[in-house]
C-alpha cells in the first residue's frame, strides 16, 4: 500500500480521537493507531520512519513507539489538505 493510497476511514479520525481530562494528548501505541487509520501495524512502523511531512509524528519511550492523539490528529488534518 503506498501512501497516496491512504484508506477512505482515514476520513473520520478526528471525531475518534480526544483529549484527556487534563488537557494532554494521551499517547497511543502503534496497534492503537492502526486501528484508528484502519491499516496494518506495519504500515505505521514504515510511515513512523519517514520524515515530514509524509512521516507520522511519533515519540520513542524507550524502545517502543507512542504517538499523541493531537499528533495524529494533526497528521491527518495534513493528509486531507494534500
Do not use: C, Q
Not at 493507531?33 to 515530514?52: D, F, G, I, Q, S
Request: proline share 7%; hydrophobic share 40%; net charge positive.
Amino acid at each position: 500500500m503506498s501512501f497516496y493510497s491512504i484508506p477512505l476511514a482515514i476520513l473520520i479520525v478526528p471525531e475518534k480521537l480526544t483529549i484527556g481530562n487534563n488537557g494532554m494528548s494521551r499517547l497511543l501505541t502503534v496497534e492503537d493507531v492502526a486501528a484508528v487509520l484502519n491499516v496494518p501495524p506495519r504500515w505505521v512502523y514504515r510511515h513512523a520512519e519517514l520524515k515530514r511531512p509524509e512521516g507520522i509524528p511519533h515519540l520513542k519511550v524507550g524502545k517502543y513507539l507512542r504517538f499523541r492523539e493531537s499528533d495524529l490528529r494533526e497528521y491527518v488534518e495534513r493528509l486531507r489538505r494534500n
